[in-house]
């Protein structure tokens, strides 16, 4: 009985998690079925490892200002000090009944000092909005690195939208191979035509399958790659529909997040001249300073006693003002380094900006073009049809006008994927 048990425990436990397979595996595989770019550049950002970095730098600067508001608190001091010395204090003043006994040369003290700050000079307020300023560069640079891989995300989706495109196309090409064996076929066996010509169109089908084969080859490996970026599994029969851009795009204003780091660092360079005054402060702080030891403050009694001191305590430490002038120049030249990183970031997204626009008014000509081709060849293809099945052109002849307006067809699809490709990179350089 006891065994039966088990096996029944275990023939339990393998159906639960068969189930939870099974079930649990078609429910994610059903999870995805069309994507846009919007959500895979949203999946992407949001399972980027990268941007745990900017949580981390959250905390960097968080747990940096709670240490330096610690500096608010009252300061505590423990020290001791035992010593042995040459010679000692002596009054040798003879005074009738009284003698003053020496002090001991074997000395010893242990101290406790308590200080309060009451006056820094802001440097630990300075210090903090310095602390802040660090975190949001660092931070903008995530955002920097993380725009990078939005590029490499966007080439992914325009090249399935690429193979997408080419398969289709192929398998036009496929069908209007069909339709010139079927016709071919029905004059072989009508013994008008010679079945060498109908061997021809099936090795043309064929190669056209072995593109079919490679393109959808390479689409599985984009999409896997894309997957990686999203974290989430990507089947074959996933749709990615194709972004409607704006066609007036021609917005020279420049949004991208490089932008906003020149300002972080812009705002961090300017906030070292604060940090210079304050550093040149003076400072002061009330102080309580108890002990025990021999002699005590007291140095006439050669007897261990407690002993106490208090008051107010003020630093100024003179040595930065012989540097001052030099931290403020060099401020001014990392300023001015900043303004020209900026100044040179900007000629260069401008003038890409103007060589993309360039692109796409290119394209748009192109792609019309395009469409007047595919229109003319496709009535020759057709016309290339009846004539072949009425046997006035050879399959030869006819290949020919099927592989014309293959390449026409070929042609409108690379172009209008690199308008797609030129209107997104217009939108990713200026940062729209």
């Keep these: 009985m006891y065994y039966l048990t088990k096996w029944l425990n275990s023939m339990v436990k393998m159906m639960v998690v068969f189930f939870i397979l099974l079930f649990g595996t078609k429910a994610h595989a059903q999870e995805i079925r069309h994507l846009t770019l919007e959500e895979v550049n949203e999946m992407t950002r949001r399972n980027y490892p990268m941007i745990k970095q900017k949580d981390l730098i959250k905390q960097s600067g968080n747990l940096n200002t709670a240490n330096l508001n610690k500096g608010y608190l009252p300061q505590f001091t423990l020290s001791g000090q035992a010593s042995y010395q040459s010679d000692v204090t002596q009054v040798n003043v003879p005074i009738a009944g009284f003698k ?215 630093n100024w430490s003179l040595s930065g003002l012989y540097t001052r002038k030099q931290d403020n120049e060099l401020v001014d030249v990392n300023k001015r380094t900043i303004d020209i990183e900026k100044e040179t970031f900007l000629l260069n997204t401008k003038t890409q900006l103007q060589q993309q626009q360039a692109d796409i008014d290119k394209m748009n000509l192109l792609i019309a073009s395009d469409e007047d081709i595919i229109t003319l060849r496709g009535s020759i293809k057709e016309a290339a049809q009846v004539q072949l099945k009425n046997g006035v052109i050879t399959v030869n002849d006819y290949l020919r006008e099927v592989n014309d307006e293959d390449q026409a067809r070929q042609a409108l699809i690379t172009h209008r994927v690199q308008l797609l490709q030129a209107q997104i990179n217009y939108q990713i350089i200026s940062g729209k």
């Design 100 to 314: 003053i006994e020496p002090p001991g040369r074997d000395q010893y003290k242990v101290l406790a000092d308590v200080s309060q700050l009451i006056y820094d000079g802001g440097i630990i307020r300075q210090q903090n909005k310095s602390v802040q300023l660090n975190a949001a560069v660092d931070q903008q640079k995530v955002e920097v690195a993380l725009y990078q891989v939005k590029q490499q995300v966007d080439q992914l989706y325009l090249a399935i939208l690429y193979l997408d495109a080419q398969i289709k196309q192929v398998s036009l090409v496929e069908d209007d191979l069909n339709v010139g064996i079927k016709n071919v076929t029905a004059q072989v066996q009508n013994g008008i035509a010679f079945r060498s010509n109908l061997n021809v169109l099936k090795a043309q089908l064929l190669q056209t399958q072995q593109r079919i084969i490679e393109l959808t080859a390479s689409r599985r490996g984009v999409v896997g790659t894309l997957a990686l970026f999203i974290n989430a599994p990507l089947g074959n029969n996933v749709v990615f529909e194709e972004p409607v851009i704006n066609q007036n795009i021609g917005d020279p204003e420049i949004h991208r997040p490089e932008i906003t780091l020149y300002a972080y660092q812009d705002k961090l360079i300017n906030h070292q001249t604060k940090m210079i005054k304050a550093r040149n402060q003076p400072r002061a702080s009330l102080f309580m300073e108890g002990g025990y030891g021999r002699p005590s403050l007291n140095v006439l009694k050669n007897q261990f006693d407690f002993f106490y001191i208090g008051g107010i305590r003020l």
